[in-house]
């Protein structure tokens, strides 16, 4: 309920004429703000008398909720805008200066085409994790139910907004590969399966695991698909 209240403030003003938006093409702006769990990031344009809006919103808004901004963990990201008008920005609402790429909620978050030093940190991650079940004492059955409930588990948010550079998905899944058959990520054993029958079903003899490029391709086209016939805003800034 209180973050209803604090929402319906920026959006009165922007109705208000208070705060600018960001224009995103000829006939649509920017969402003025998106609130997840406790955090919200707001969008506008860097000019001083909108931000001392928010600010004084803000200010209300923890004298009457007693939910006060951290600004030591608050951030501005910025373009287009001269050093100096940012230090002017800085000095009035005190946030941190942050530069893209950066990571929220465990995805990247870069501007321009997915590169692979974007995803390292991710790949990293998995690559530890498999690395320190390497001693553990499971059958082949067990490291595939592993793999499957705890590695895959971590790619599938990425990997349904982004579209991963295929070496990558290639060396993540070389590396699961490994483990599933030898239990070391590094040590390559001979096996007459494919990966494909590895990753069918379990009805048709596979071990039910799913193949990072596929799914990563089929979620790439379901963007697309709700891209071409969705109505929301996100779909119409894009398009």
């Known amino acids: 309920l209180a973050e209803e209240v604090l929402s319906r403030g920026i959006t009165k003003l922007v ?17 003025s703000h998106c609130l ?17 809006a928010l600010k004084n919103l803000f200010t209300d808004y923890a004298n009457c909720s007693g939910q006060v901004i951290n600004a030591s963990k608050s951030t501005i990201y910025s373009g287009g805008i001269s050093q100096v008008r940012l230090t002017q ?28 030093r974007y995803f390292i940190p991710i790949a990293d991650k998995i690559k ?10 499971l059958s082949i059955a067990g490291r595939a139910q592993l793999v499957k409930s705890v590695i895959q588990s971590m790619l599938v948010y990425s990997i349904s907004i982004y579209s991963w550079p295929v070496a990558l998905l290639k060396t993540i899944e070389g590396w699961t590969r490994n483990f599933i058959w030898s239990g070391d990520i ?6 007459t399966v494919s990966w494909k029958k590895v990753c069918a079903p379990s009805e048709e003899g596979g071990l039910g695991l799913r193949s990072l490029i596929s799914t990563n391709e089929a979620a790439n086209l379901k963007l697309c698909w709700d891209l071409l016939h969705s109505n929301e805003d996100w779909a119409a800034i894009l398009k």
């Open 186 to 191: 590094a040590q390559t054993k001979l096996v």
């Open 15 to 31: 109705a208000d004429g208070k705060v600018d938006l960001i224009k995103a093409s000829r006939n649509n702006y920017v969402p």
């Open 128 to 137: 530890s994790k498999l690395s320190a079940w390497k001693a553990s004492l």
């Open 36 to 52: 997840y769990a406790d955090d919200i990031m707001v969008f506008c344009r860097g000019k001083l008398s909108c931000l001392q």
């Open 89 to 116: 920005i800085v000095n009035l609402i005190g946030f941190n200066i942050g530069s893209l790429p950066f990571t929220y909620l465990g995805v990247p978050i870069f501007k321009g085409r997915p590169k692979a």
